[in-house]
């Protein structure tokens, strides 16, 4: 069945523009509209899968008619393309309940594909709605945080997700690195819909609502992305974020939240709502500096508890031990993930994460053994065998350490 597609422009230019550039397969043109009144007769008497309206700057007419189609025939998704893209523009659209923005297409491919992509995903959206799901109770939230930028954090929370949804949970990504977010870089993918869409729903979002704005990566994750420009980030509030990271941890088994180098309220609403922090820290003496500042902040906001230290890019460089970077940081050493650079970028410049493409390399047995460990929720030394240990670097925790000698 192909998909049906109605035009609505005032302009004849573009209209003949877009019918030329509409040329695939997959998709036919049901007709053409100047918009007003016709544009809204053709929905009711055509029932288009898309609408693709045009919007030149100043033009309000394209608002009003989008908003009574999407209250009248939900089922007809529109496409609102602008010349002009700015956030004023895109908060009066999704007022409107248009949720697909996008720039005037460059190529007839790059259209038709995108027009197909948003009716699969909205279509999606619609059955999602309609499904009942299961909830689970048992959720567990982890945040990849360090004080750092370019220690690894999105790489780690990346690979962990894959790899825990290798064994069959229900996993989520959440990238909170609202600025410059790259896991759809890291996964290859291109969302239709990020957090910035979902913010602008109008009421709490339901799980199943929240579930059509993630993008399915084919390991089975499901990914929220950030917004796709920077100066959206500061419409996304720690408060949405908060009911977010709730309703999502009422279906999935894992929910892991990339961050961005620094804190923010984000980041810590982020942080208090989770389960785990898996603090990365590498092996120079800025990082190192900047981690026992974080570590300590985390400490007077009554965090530390939660917070495991991976050592990422761990190489024996001779100088600095293990042991001298506990001393500095005056935290223990959960884990530490070896120093492979091939493996790394390659993983990145492909978009297929290493503990997929490359899961013999020690980088992805590292991974492999900390998503291990996040499975069986306490750290279990005795089952891991020496090599395990002593290629993890793993140590206990003060914690663990102190209830193992309570309880003996
Ligand atoms: N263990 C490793 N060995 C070698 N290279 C690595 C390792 N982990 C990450 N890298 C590389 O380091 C670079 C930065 O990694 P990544 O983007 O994950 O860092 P980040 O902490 O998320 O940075 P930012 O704070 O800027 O988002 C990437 O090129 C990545 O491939
Ligand atoms: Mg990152």
């Not at 030329?20 to 016709?38: F, W």
């Not at 309703?247 to 709502?273: G, M, W």
């Not at 001298?324 to 120093?339: E, F, M, N, R």
């Amino acid at each position: 069945m192909k998909i049906k597609v109605l035009l609505v422009s005032s302009s004849l230019g573009r209209l003949n523009e877009l019918k030329n550039m509409l040329s695939d397969d997959e998709i036919v043109i049901a007709g053409v509209s100047s918009g007003g009144n016709d544009a809204l007769e053709r929905v009711a008497n055509l029932l288009p899968d898309i609408v693709i309206m045009t919007r030149d700057p100043g033009e309000e007419e394209a608002l009003i008619i989008a908003e009574r189609i999407a209250l009248n025939r939900p089922r007809s998704f529109i496409i609102l393309l602008a010349e002009q893209q700015s956030v004023e523009l895109l908060r009066s659209a999704m007022r409107a309940g248009v949720h697909n923005i996008p720039p005037y297409p460059k190529s007839s491919k790059e259209f038709c594909d995108y027009v197909k992509t948003v009716y699969n995903n909205e279509t999606a959206r619609l059955e999602s709605l309609s499904v009942e799901q299961k909830l689970t109770w048992s959720s567990k939230v982890i945040t990849v945080f360090g004080a750092k930028g370019g220690l690894g954090k999105t790489t780690l929370a990346v690979n962990l997700a894959v790899k825990l949804a290798e064994s069959r949970k229900k996993v989520a990504l959440i990238d909170l690195d609202l600025q410059f977010g790259d896991v759809n870089i890291y996964l290859d993918i291109d969302p239709v819909d990020t957090i910035f869409e979902l913010a602008q729903e109008p009421s709490s979002p339901s799980i199943d609502l929240l579930r059509s704005y993630m993008a399915i990566h084919s390991s089975g994750v499901h990914v929220l992305c950030a917004p796709k420009s920077p100066e959206f980030a500061e419409l996304i509030s720690a408060d949405t974020v908060k009911t977010i990271l709730s309703q999502l941890r009422t279906y999935y088994d894992y929910v892991i939240i990339d961050t961005p180098p620094s804190f923010n309220e984000v980041t810590l609403s982020a942080i208090e709502a989770s389960t785990t922090v898996l603090f990365v820290t590498g092996l120079d003496i800025s990082i190192l500096k900047n981690s026992k500042l974080s570590l300590s902040v985390l400490n007077s906001l009554q965090q530390i508890d939660k917070v495991k230290v991976i050592v990422n890019r761990a190489v024996n460089i001779g100088s600095i031990t293990l042991d001298d970077i506990q001393k500095l940081i005056d935290s223990p050493i959960w884990a530490k993930i070896p120093s492979d650079y091939k493996t790394a970028v390659t993983a990145l410049n492909l978009g297929v994460p290493f503990v997929t493409g490359a899961p013999k390399s020690e980088l992805s047995q590292a991974v492999s053994s900390v998503a291990a460990l996040l499975i069986d929720g306490t750290l279990d030394y005795d089952s891991l065998s020496a090599k395990q240990r002593k290629q993890l670097g793993i140590k206990r925790t003060r914690k663990e350490s102190k209830s193992r000698k309570d309880r003996s």
